[in-house]
């Protein structure tokens, strides 16, 4: 996915950009659980100098494009099952508008995994220390709220009605 970004953007505007995490709270039978799996995809960008903004607790799904666009990221990664068994745990992939990736970006990056299956570090070692980075922005509970004000803002039609309601 980061080879992909790096062919997909210059390095100072990915740099400058960053990337937006979040995980779910799946877990799977072999003890991976999606924290885990945002922590090495934070790894792999640090190790690329890529800024992150890191969920630090797990969130829904939708507040990871929101962010995308917020902070006018170059992508989102967001660790989930979504409807599938926990087993089924991957990445959603956002661009820099917010939508998930689709044909022919999903293409690219599969093609990229395989040219990149060799790590370029020890990532469950440098995942350990994401978090003390200085290119680790967890500080994201404003987006949340922010996120929350506009869905309430844009989806509540009926306030008055809604708060007279028992």
């Known amino acids: ?12 505007d990915l740099k400058a950009k960053g990337v937006v995490i979040g995980y779910d709270h799946r877990r799977n ?4 659980n999606s924290e885990a ?7 792999v960008c640090i190790h690329k100098g890529i800024k992150v903004y ?14 995308v666009q917020h902070k006018g990221c170059a992508a989102g990664m967001m660790v989930t099952a979504s409807h599938n068994p926990k087993d ?11 939508a998930q990736l689709c044909e022919p970006h999903d293409t ?9 299956l060799a790590p370029w570090t020890d990532y469950e070692a440098k995942a350990k220390e994401v978090r003390a980075s200085t290119l680790c922005v967890e500080d994201l509970d404003g987006i949340s709220a922010e996120y929350f004000r506009q869905m309430a803002a844009t989806l509540n039609y009926h306030s008055e009605d809604n708060a007279a309601s028992e």
């Open 37 to 43: 799996m945002a922590l090495v995809a934070a790894a």
């Open 29 to 32: 039978d072999t003890g991976v």
């Open 88 to 98: 089924d745990n991957g990445y959603k992939m956002y661009g820099p508008n917010g």
């Open 108 to 116: 690219a990056i599969s093609e990229l995994i395989l040219d990149n």
């Open 1 to 12: 996915i980061v080879a992909y970004l790096q062919k997909t953007n210059s390095a100072d």
């Open 54 to 67: 890191l969920y630090g607790k797990m969130v829904a799904t939708p507040l990871v494009p929101f962010c």
